[in-house]
């Protein structure tokens, strides 16, 4: 049993690439559909975002398994092969494990550290558990990645400072205003910059919007966008005072915003600060109208500064998470090695609780005198003694079962325990379950019901 991922995101593929691996939401249910049915992949998982689309998969040959999973990508997706193999990256087990714990933690995406994609993981591998694509496997694995992706962002900073030039420009407004709900934006130009930082200054709480341009219809739609005013820019320089926040970004060859033009409107707004935002190169603002008193300028090179050093703090908290992703991929991979052994282990304990039973009843009917508080005690203390003596055994199947000739240790481990009874009656067990699951003789039957019984098929036949 294998684990795989393969995919593309905007590092392998340009965007006319990736947006044909776009998935609806209802297409995605489909394709998951459709994986279920491609052949040798047991249990399956699709991430579709708008910088990437992965397919994770539990696989019984991994080589074939890859030709299998582009043969779906081609099939589902309608694209040649040949126009998204150079595109594609494919990881297998350890690598496969890291690469979803490090999307999962942002640590993957464009804007590192962004909290979006913990919820996309989540919201895919739900999807494909509702469905009945994922087993055992996939259960533990990506619980293990949405929980480490929690921790990551609770217990490090990575998420809270601004990497984007309107993400940060709103931060910087949040430490003089500490609030946006009363204020009032002005929005000079209708460029895109200017745009996206209203956007976010709205979405803040900014909810009285001005915008001002040299085409007025332009000034209107972008104002209806934010339930605002549109005004000419020479109806806009008059009502300067009323405004909190002024973006400015207009494409102008002078300043559009000189020092007169701000004194004036600060002496008739009684010391209220102002807060002017240029992203315009060249400027539109005269930077000698920062000197006023209570008037904070800041230009794009300001802020792409913040940008970069909190760029640089997001990447010293990356840094930590690399550590715990570590951590968690071993905790995983011991959870995986054990997981084979899991009957064995089993039927230790169910052959070592049967003898306790018989043992103590023949005991206690030997000694009818004893009360049943003595009764009680004598128990807890002979199965003490049963569950100290099986603990050393089961932590060394454990270790045994992640050795390279692991079959021919849990052949001799059955052995040495005369378990041969016990294996065969849970192997009897499991096909038994397996039968009465409505997919029962299908390929959907889950991977880890398959790998049990493999193993227990494996074991019967090496002790016969």
Same mark, same amino acid.
């Given at each position: ?218 000034? %209107?739609?972008? #104002?209806?966008?934010?339930?605002? *005013?549109?005004? +000419? $820019?020479?109806?806009? @320089?008059?009502? =300067?005072? &009323? ?106 304990? %169910?052959?070592? #609780?049967?003898?306790?039973?018989? *043992?103590?009843? +023949? $005991?206690?009917?030997? @000694?009818?005198? =004893?009360? &049943? ?92």
């Amino acid at each position: 049993m294998h684990l795989m991922v393969v995919g593309l995101n905007y590092r392998t593929a340009p965007v006319e690439i990736r947006e044909r691996f776009a998935l609806a939401e209802g297409d995605t249910l489909q394709a998951l559909e459709s994986l279920k049915r491609t052949t040798g992949i047991l249990e399956g998982v699709i991430l579709a975002t708008c910088n990437r689309t992965e397919i994770y998969a539990v696989v019984d040959r991994p080589v074939l398994c890859g030709h299998y999973v582009r043969t779906f990508m081609e099939q589902w997706f309608r694209i040649p092969r040949q126009q998204f193999n150079p595109h594609l990256y494919m990881y297998e087990d350890d690598r496969a494990v890291e690469h979803l714990f490090r999307v999962t933690c942002g640590l993957d995406s464009m804007v590192i550290g962004e909290t979006q994609i913990l919820g996309q993981v989540r919201d895919a591998f739900l999807q494909a558990q509702e469905r009945g694509a994922t087993g055992t496997i996939f259960n533990r694995l990506f619980k293990q990645a949405v929980t480490l992706a929690k921790r990551a962002f609770s217990e490090t900073s990575i998420g809270e400072n601004a990497v984007s030039v309107s993400y940060a420009a709103v931060e910087l407004g949040k430490r003089i205003f500490g609030r946006f709900d009363d204020k009032t934006v002005l929005i000079i130009g209708a460029g895109k910059m200017s745009e996206l930082t209203a956007r976010h200054l709205h979405a803040n709480g900014a909810n009285r919007v001005f915008v001002a341009g040299r085409t007025v219809s332009r000034a %209107e739609e972008l #104002a209806n966008k934010f339930q605002g *005013t549109a005004f +000419s $820019m020479e109806e806009a @320089l008059r009502r =300067l005072q &009323e405004a909190d926040i002024v973006i400015s970004s207009t494409g102008a060859e002078g300043f559009v915003l000189d020092r007169r033009s701000v004194e004036s409107a600060m002496a008739r707004r009684k010391k209220r600060p102002l807060f002017l935002i240029d992203i315009a190169v060249p400027r539109d603002i005269e930077p000698a109208a920062g000197d006023i008193p209570n008037v904070f300028l800041y230009n794009i090179d300001d802020l792409e500064g913040i940008v970069e050093g909190n760029l640089e703090k997001r990447r010293q908290e990356a840094a930590v998470i690399e550590g715990m992703i570590a951590e968690e991929r071993e905790a995983y991979r011991e959870w995986y090695a054990t997981l084979g052994v899991s009957p064995l282990i089993r039927a230790l304990q %169910e052959k070592a #609780a049967a003898i306790h039973e018989s *043992t103590l009843e +023949s $005991m206690l009917r030997k @000694l009818p005198e =004893l009360d &049943e508080r003595e009764r009680k005690v004598i128990r807890k203390l002979t199965k003490s003694m049963v569950s100290q003596m099986i603990h050393d055994p089961i932590l060394r199947v454990k270790e045994l079962a992640a050795e390279k000739k692991s079959e021919e240790a849990l052949k001799l481990f059955v052995q040495l325990f005369s378990l041969e009874e016990e294996v065969a009656k849970i192997r009897t067990e499991t096909a038994s379950a397996t039968a009465a699951r409505p997919e029962a003789g299908s390929r959907e039957t889950p991977g880890a019901a398959r790998e049990l019984e493999s193993l227990l098929t494996r074991l019967a036949g090496a002790l016969q």
